[in-house]
């Protein structure tokens, strides 16, 4: 029978696996690591509230596509609430740590990145839902809304728990991995093989929605009375998703690959030069979605603008502009505030007195 090591110290599997997390964790590397990654980190806090706040504040946004959205953007909020966690438990601290510490600091990214994985799934069919009907939105409910959303959390809680759950080489010590020093080489080959074929997957499936949109558009178009933008909505929102999904895929691949040469036990690879950068490059993804929510959604750009605006102004009263010469005065959809639009001055908020 075998031995189970549940009450040893990280040092004891670091030391096994060869892992050096103090020499390599020190000096001009630390620091940039440490402040690029602290940087990313508040950015993501602040721009991913932003997203969930407009399409809370936002009529426009009150379809399960943006609700999807701002799921996505809660997956990326966790997901800078699991790199902070790592950041003050990582390098030569990681040796200290217990291994139920251990397990909660690894299984929060697997669980950031699940939660993402599953929510651009869920949009996918969503976006099949509507498209093949040629509609802007599906038809979901709320209420089913609200349970695709409780699902994408359950799968992600799950799967963040499977190594905690038994999944583990803690009885096994020779199969432990090189880069997880208490996970199963076996595992991280499933994990990994189980994320590339559904990346995969996922872009084919987009590609298809994508092509048939844009077939489907140009053959309509003609024929179809309404707007031009209105008819262009479809294709805006499908932009935004791949967009989304390729920087997806694009962060996160590299490291998935990685983790997938450490569990085949690729002892050439030189995993562990590089684990570092690829996980930042990870962190990078949550960083960049809210930037392309606001650069392929003019909508959405405006209500964030218009949202920093107000808050600017209620933080400096004294900047609010004595006279309001030449602007034009209209209600947001929410009726909560009045925007007012300064050609000299830009996006003006004024509380409405009622």
């Known amino acids: 029978m075998n031995e189970c090591y549940y009450d040893k110290r990280m040092d004891f599997f670091y030391n096994r696996s060869n892992t050096d997390t103090a020499d390599e964790w020190t000096g001009t590397k630390l620091v940039i690591v440490l402040c690029v990654g602290t940087f990313f980190c508040l950015f993501i806090f602040f721009s991913n509230s932003l997203v969930i706040a407009a399409v809370i504040k936002n009529r426009k946004f009150h379809f399960p596509f943006y609700y999807l959205l701002a799921n996505l953007a809660a997956a990326d909020f966790f997901a800078g609430i699991a790199y902070v966690y790592l950041m003050f438990n990582t390098g030569p601290v990681s040796k200290t740590l217990t291994v139920n510490r251990w397990f909660l600091r690894q299984g929060l990214l697997d669980a950031s990145l699940t939660a ?88 084919v499936v987009y590609l298809r929605i994508y092509m048939y949109v844009k077939r489907k558009t140009n053959v309509l178009s003609p024929h179809t009375s309404g707007s031009i933008s209105r008819r262009r909505t479809p294709m805006k929102l499908m932009k935004t998703v791949m967009t989304v999904l390729g920087a997806f895929v694009v962060c996160w691949t590299p490291g998935l690959v990685v983790l997938l040469l450490d569990g085949l036990n690729c002892t050439r690879c030189n995993v562990q030069h590089v684990k570092r950068w690829f996980l930042l490059l990870a962190l990078l993804n949550s960083v960049m979605n809210p930037i392309i929510y606001s650069y392929k959604d003019e909508d959405m750009y405006s209500t964030m603008k218009k949202m920093l605006c107000c808050f600017s102004q209620e933080k400096n009263p004294d900047r609010r502009p004595s006279r309001l010469p030449s602007m034009v005065l209209s209600r947001s959809d929410t009726g909560g505030s009045q925007y007012m639009e300064d050609n000299n001055r830009g996006p003006v908020c004024n509380k409405s007195s009622s």
């Open 116 to 203: 993402s994985l599953t929510n651009l799934l869920v949009i996918a069919v969503e976006r099949h839902m509507s498209i093949m009907r040629m509609r802007v939105h599906s038809n979901l409910t709320k209420k089913r809304v609200t349970l695709l959303i409780l699902f994408v959390w359950a799968i992600a809680i799950f799967m963040g728990a499977v190594p905690t759950l038994g999944w583990n080489c803690l009885c096994d010590i020779s199969a432990c991995s090189s880069l997880a020093p208490i996970y199963s080489r076996s595992y991280l080959i499933f994990w990994t093989v189980s994320n590339l074929m559904a990346f995969f997957i996922m872009v």
